[in-house]
């Protein structure tokens, strides 16, 4: 599987520009799948639902299975946060699996980037980041993409990881 990010500071547009390339990507008929890190405590299951009840009773992993989905939750209980290479073996293969978030990881990103936000690039502090997608011009050594072109990104990303 070839691993590719998008990272950012909060609120330029990471998750929204993740969702564009899934459905980009996805409709070229590259099968997609992703992580997405979360740096707060987040709660995929529902307080009183018959999962949220096993899992707060102690339970490690309850797996919950529907006619249309499933899905896998891993309760930590004071053992330390995974690193993102644990984690890509979880799941089945694809064509591309791309991460949002983890930008201290070793793998290829793109740095989503909005000046509005009022804080530097964060591509000069982390050399895995191989590009910035922004809405305002940068003076950089590295390629400058469109924040809204995501047929270019899609392209981009494609080409660095060979699909």
């Not at 099968?31 to 096993?54: C, E, L, M, N």
């Not at 997608?133 to 390629?143: H, R």
Request: hydrophobic share 40%.
């Amino acid at each position: 599987m070839k691993v590719y990010g998008v990272t950012g500071w909060k609120n330029a547009g990471k998750t929204t520009l993740m969702e564009r390339l899934v459905s980009e990507i996805a409709g070229r008929g590259v099968t997609v799948s992703t992580i997405k890190h979360a740096h707060h405590d987040t709660d995929v299951d529902q307080p009183g639902r018959d999962s949220y009840r096993h899992r707060t009773a102690g339970a490690r992993e309850v797996l919950l299975a529907s006619p249309v989905r499933w899905a896998l939750m891993h309760e930590l209980r004071d053992t330390p946060e995974p690193e993102l290479s644990d984690l890509l073996p979880r799941l089945s293969p694809v064509d591309l699996v791309l991460v949002e978030g983890y930008k201290r990881a070793d793998h290829p990103k793109i740095e989503a980037y909005r000046a509005a936000n009022g804080r530097p690039p964060l591509a000069g502090k982390y050399p895995t980041i191989m590009a910035i997608a922004t809405d305002t011009p940068l003076e950089t050594d590295l390629p400058v993409l469109d924040l809204d072109d995501t047929a270019a990104i899609a392209d981009f990303i494609l080409e660095q990881v060979g699909l």
